[in-house]
Structures are given as structure tokens and as C-alpha cells.
């Protein structure tokens, strides 16, 4: 069983900054990758950032350059930063974690409970 707990999130002023951290815990005998995604209400889940194990990291389209995807190996931990935050709806972010259960080294593609991120004055 693994479980990923999620924090950081919360109110934040356009402009602002924040950062998203998922902690990842139980039997692992490897990650491949880590990612966040966010779905805003009434809408699809989609893509914010992955980075592999090899710290190759991908950001959706619009993202690129205002938030940073980065991982602590040992702690099992993703982060992501988010600066220059845009007044737009709310959404929850959600960490998600892809890679090989310990033990029976069956498939782990397991995620987070998700956290709020509102942007407003």
C-alpha cells in the first residue's frame, strides 16, 4: 500500500507564489515518474508538470517558466513552485506517482488526496 500526502496549498493573491509538496510512503521499490495535475470545476484533469526519475521534467503548455517541478529521491517527495499566479478558477491539484510496488514488484500508479488552490485578491 502506498500513500501520497499532499500539502501546501491554500488562498493566494494573483501574482503570488506557492509551493505544492507529495510525500509518497509505504512499499516502493521504484518511482519512474511523479507529476501534478489540477482539474478546475467542470472541467477535464489535466497535466501540470512530471519529472522522471532521471530529473527529466515536462510542463504543460502554458506553465513553462512560471512553475518548477523538482524531486528529493531519498525523501520519495515531489515539489512544484508556482510563481507569478494568474487570477483563474479555482482548482485542486492533485500529485499522482508511477512505478513498481515492493515486494510483489507489481505496477504503483497511485494518487494524492488533492489540494485547493484558490487565486484572488
Known amino acids: 500500500q502506498v500513500q501520497l500526502v499532499e500539502s501546501g496549498g491554500g488562498l493566494v493573491q494573483p501574482g503570488g507564489s506557492l509551493r505544492l509538496s507529495c510525500a509518497a510512503s509505504?512499499?516502493?521499490?521504484?518511482?519512474?515518474?511523479m507529476r501534478w495535475y489540477r482539474q478546475a470545476p467542470g472541467k477535464q484533469r489535466e497535466l501540470v508538470a512530471s519529472i522522471t526519475s532521471g530529473g527529466f521534467a515536462n510542463y504543460g503548455d502554458s506553465l513553462k517558466g512560471r512553475f518548477t517541478i523538482s524531486r528529493d529521491i531519498a525523501k520519495n517527495t515531489v515539489y512544484l513552485q508556482m510563481n507569478s499566479l494568474k487570477p483563474e478558477s479555482p482548482a485542486v491539484y492533485y500529485c499522482?506517482?508511477?512505478?513498481?510496488?515492493?515486494?510483489?514488484?507489481?505496477?504503483?500508479?497511485?494518487w494524492g488526496q488533492g489540494t485547493q488552490i484558490t487565486i484572488s485578491s
Open positions: 499522482n506517482v508511477e512505478g513498481i510496488l515492493g515486494g510483489a514488484l507489481a505496477d504503483l500508479d497511485s
Open positions: 509505504g512499499s516502493i521499490f521504484s518511482i519512474y515518474a
